[in-house]
Nanobody, 128 residues
Framework: VQLQASGGGLVQAGGSLRLSCAAS????????MAWFRQPPGKEREFVAV????????YYAHPVKGRFTISRDNAKNTMYLQMNNLEPEDTAVYYC??????????????????????WGQGTQVTVSS
């Protein structure tokens, strides 16, 4: 599956953004999807993951309660609604996908290496 992330931009602290990840391929609905981010000068880190059905969602502790991951399988698109943004959320955000049947561990333990398809990244900058 090929992925294209969009929706990044510059926003003031406390503001909101919604990222989108459009996927191509007929098997999108069987894929677990995730968002990762890479802050300036740091390693890429997990943000959130959603199961193929949308019934299971897991978040990294720093974003829990502020970010919401969702998907629309009819539109082959995943979203990340980001509210109450903080300067520490500044990063390049990447979407990722992998066939959920290939996961050997539970989704909440998903690692970067578990995902085989990646989007190109979209920059989110939060000013203080």
């Amino acid at each position: 599956v090929q992925l294209q992330a969009s929706g990044g931009g510059l926003v003031q602290a406390g503001g909101s953004l919604r990222l989108s990840c459009a996927a191509s391929g007929r098997t999108f609905s069987s894929y677990a999807m995730a968002w990762f981010r890479q802050p300036p000068g740091k390693e890429r880190e997990f943000v959130a993951v959603i199961s193929w059905s949308g019934g299971s969602k897991y978040y990294a502790h720093p974003v829990k309660g502020r970010f919401t991951i969702s998907r629309d399988n009819a539109k082959n698109t995943m979203y990340l609604q980001m509210n109450n943004l903080e300067p520490e959320d500044t990063a390049v955000y990447y979407c990722a996908a992998e066939s959920e049947s290939s996961f050997k561990a539970p989704l909440w333990a998903a690692l970067e290496a578990d995902f085989g398809s990646w989007g190109q990244g979209t920059q989110v900058t939060v000013s203080s």
